[in-house]
């Protein structure tokens, strides 16, 4: 089993999943068909499924076109706004490719339908893989759109945080350096956050992708996955692991990196009209 790491959109992942004895391929998250056909056409695979984690359109736009090219083509995930959808997945249904094996895992939060995807193959030496959409991302987990903290803890500790440790997980979205200064925050003293942001700046200045990383990693470093830990806590004046996910959530979604604060100088300018003649000239 390989799985190709595809950069799409702005911080968008993809992935095309190859069953290496067959050159079959099912694709995760087909949202920009124009990029996974070339993938294909290099890799030289026959693409028979999509699984579709949620209906957003930068993870499910692609799935309409790629039907049309591609008759009989599956479509899995657990929402019926997913586009294209041929086949409606519940929590714990196994679907087989080949020897790729797939367990789906129901995680609504982000999305009221939102599907993770679990990989793996029989007699393998290799790591399974999770495919984790916008529940969980490197150093940090998706928003709260249609869900509640509730869902979201149940999510990371009883049905991610359960799988084995060695697991990779395969996120939506490039996000890690942002995700990390924040954990840096909850956690100052945490060694591990430190060396996971130094790594995943060099990665990001690189233009190379910080994903996988693997399940056992993500408890030293994710402050959505150390909701018991003394220190996350103390951050955020709770003790129930429910309620320190809930602020930990509202105190990520304010969180801003210092350089895309407005200059306070500049905000007055154009308060004052000053730029006023500038722009009249464009």
């Not at 830990?229 to 129930?240: A, I, N, P, R, Y």
Request: glycine letters at 6%; proline letters at 5%; aromatic letters at 10%.
């Amino acid at each position: 089993m390989k799985v190709k790491v595809i950069s799409v959109l702005e911080d968008n992942y993809m992935y095309l999943v190859i069953e290496e004895s067959t050159r079959d391929a099912v694709a995760v998250d087909a949202a920009v068909p124009k990029r996974l056909l070339e993938i294909i056409r290099k890799e030289d695979v026959a693409l028979r499924a999509i699984l579709t984690t949620h209906h957003h359109w930068d993870h499910a736009r692609g799935n309409e076109e790629l039907a049309q090219l591609f008759p009989g083509l599956q479509v899995f995930g657990a929402d019926e706004r997913i586009g294209a959808l041929t086949h409606r997945v519940t929590h714990g249904q196994e679907l087989t490719f080949g020897a790729i094996r797939v367990r789906c895992l129901f995680t609504p939060c982000h999305t009221s339908g939102h599907m993770c995807y679990f990989m793996w193959e029989d007699d393998s030496p290799d790591a399974p893989a999770l495919f984790s959409g916008d529940t969980l991302f490197v150093g940090g987990c998706g928003q709260f759109f249609e869900g509640t903290a509730e869902q979201m803890h149940t999510n990371l500790t009883q049905i991610l945080g359960a799988l084995p440790k060695d697991t990779k997980v395969f996120c939506g979205h490039e996000c890690t350096v942002r995700n990390l200064k924040f954990a840096l925050k909850v956690e100052p003293e945490n060694e591990v956050v430190k060396e996971k942001l130094a790594w995943a700046k060099q990665r990001d200045d690189e233009d190379l992708p910080t994903v996988p990383s693997t399940l056992q990693e993500e408890f030293l470093y994710n402050p959505f996955l150390r909701v018991t830990e003394e220190s996350v806590q103390k951050f955020t004046g709770k003790t129930d692991p429910v309620e320190v996910l809930r602020v930990l959530r509202s105190e990520r979604d304010n969180f801003k990196k210092p350089k895309e604060r407005p200059n306070p100088q500049a905000v007055l300018a154009f308060d004052w009209g000053l730029f006023g003649p500038f722009l009249e000239k464009k």
